[in-house]
Antibody, heavy 119, light 105 residues
Framework: EVQLLESGGGLVQPGGSLRLSCTGS????????MSWVRRAPGLGLEFVSA????????YYSESAKGRFTISRDNSRSTVYLQMDSLRAEDTATYYC?????????????WGRGTLVTVS | DIQMTQSPSSLSASVGDRVTITCRAS??????LGWYQQKPGEAPKRLIY???SLQSGVPSRFSGSGFGTEFTLTITSLQPEDFATYFC????????FGQGTKVDI
């Protein structure tokens, strides 16, 4: 069974930094692209960032570009989201998402999310 | 950016009902669309991919249809475990999501 476990969320002041981690199990982590998606309170889901299986390509939303950095360590089956210069509007539940392929295509499996509060 | 307009935002239904949820794309996306179910406190679960392909392990009462700009998720004979929130995701250009449809009793 595919499992994705996010960690690293919490309360941070505006302008601060936070690093989210997501460890995958139940599948060959290095074969799949991974993404982060968020849901702000009362709002819909928003794509944040994605990284392909071999880290060659990364993708960012306009709101994440220049502030967030996605990376992965396939030896640890873990994907990271480094979030800098955080703003109140970054407050959200952040979901780790496994793609259906090694490229950035379609979400297949999701974690339960980790809450980030910027205040 | 491709916008996804999902409707309705909520609906009330009974066990055994047929339920239809629609997503409209602001421009053509072919069949690059998935449907997901999320229950409170749980991870979202993929039901449909490529607009109409049923995810392995998902009951056949779930079906998807559509191409281009209009897509539909249908649940025939709603079951108690189907009360949840459903959303669509387009992946033709980056990812954008429908706002979600809450199905309650």
């Amino acid at each position: 069974e595919v499992q994705l476990l996010e960690s690293g969320g919490g309360l941070v002041q505006p302008g601060g930094s936070l690093r989210l981690s997501c460890t995958g199990s139940g599948f060959t982590f290095s074969d799949y692209a991974m993404s982060w998606v968020r849901r702000a309170p009362g709002l819909g889901l928003e794509f944040v960032s994605a990284i392909v299986s071999n880290s060659v390509d990364t993708y960012y939303s306009e709101s994440a570009k220049g502030r967030f950095t996605i990376s992965r360590d396939n030896s640890r089956s873990t994907v990271y989201l480094q979030m800098d210069s955080l703003r109140a509007e970054d407050t959200a539940t952040y979901y780790c998402v496994k793609d259906e392929s090694g490229r950035y295509r379609l979400a297949e499996n999701w974690g339960r999310g980790t809450l980030v509060t910027v205040s | 950016d491709i916008q996804m307009t999902q409707s309705p935002s909520s609906l009330s239904a009974s066990v055994g009902d047929r339920v239809t949820i629609t997503c409209r794309a602001s421009q053509g996306i072919g069949n690059y669309l998935g449907w997901y179910q999320q229950k409170p406190g749980e991870a979202p679960k993929r039901l449909i991919y490529a607009a109409s392909s049923l995810q392995s392990g998902v009951p056949s009462r779930f079906s998807g249809s559509g191409f281009g700009t209009e897509f539909t998720l249908t649940i025939t004979s709603l079951q108690p475990e189907d009360f949840a929130t459903y959303f669509c995701l387009q992946h033709s250009s980056y990812w954008t999501f429908g706002q979600g449809t809450k199905v309650d009793i």
